[in-house]
């Protein structure tokens, strides 16, 4: 029971601290920032991967989307997978079924995706196991 006897009672101590909370405002402030979007590459995955890999990419609500690209590299620098009809949305996904842009099959090794829109630039390293 929240009553101790004595003036004024812990339940009426209690209520009156609730009702300032609620209704004054006291407590936790709300941060009525904008929480935007920005752009970003995730680290794809699974990494490693056998016979695909997810790469996930966010794209900001006020990026150019003109200039985008999701390239895939191989460990010597040489383009092995151009991505060029990216979704254009918040959250955004491609799967890579480790294939060349000529649908060849590319060997085992380490593989550098590389996600470019306007001064955004970000690499991420994927292995490829067989």
Not at 6 to 16: G, I, N, V, W
Not at 37 to 60: C, G, T, W
Not at 97 to 124: C, H, M, N, S, W
Request: glycine share 6%.
């Amino acid at each position: 029971m929240l009553n101790d006897g004595k003036p004024p009672t812990t339940k009426h101590a209690l209520l009156h601290s609730i009702m300032r909370f609620f209704i004054y405002g006291y407590g936790i402030e709300e941060n009525t920032i904008s929480k935007s979007i920005r752009s970003k590459l995730a680290r794809p995955h699974p990494n490693p991967f056998y016979r695909v890999i997810e790469i996930r990419y966010q794209i900001a609500d006020t990026a150019n989307t003109e200039n985008i690209s999701l390239r895939i590299y191989d460990a010597t620098g040489r383009l092995t997978r151009q991505f060029n009809d990216l979704t254009i949305g918040p959250f955004n996904h491609v799967i890579w079924d480790a294939k060349d842009d000529l649908g060849r099959t590319v060997p085992a090794g380490i593989y550098f995706v590389q996600f470019q829109i306007g001064d955004y630039k970000k690499t991420e390293k994927a292995i490829l196991l067989r």
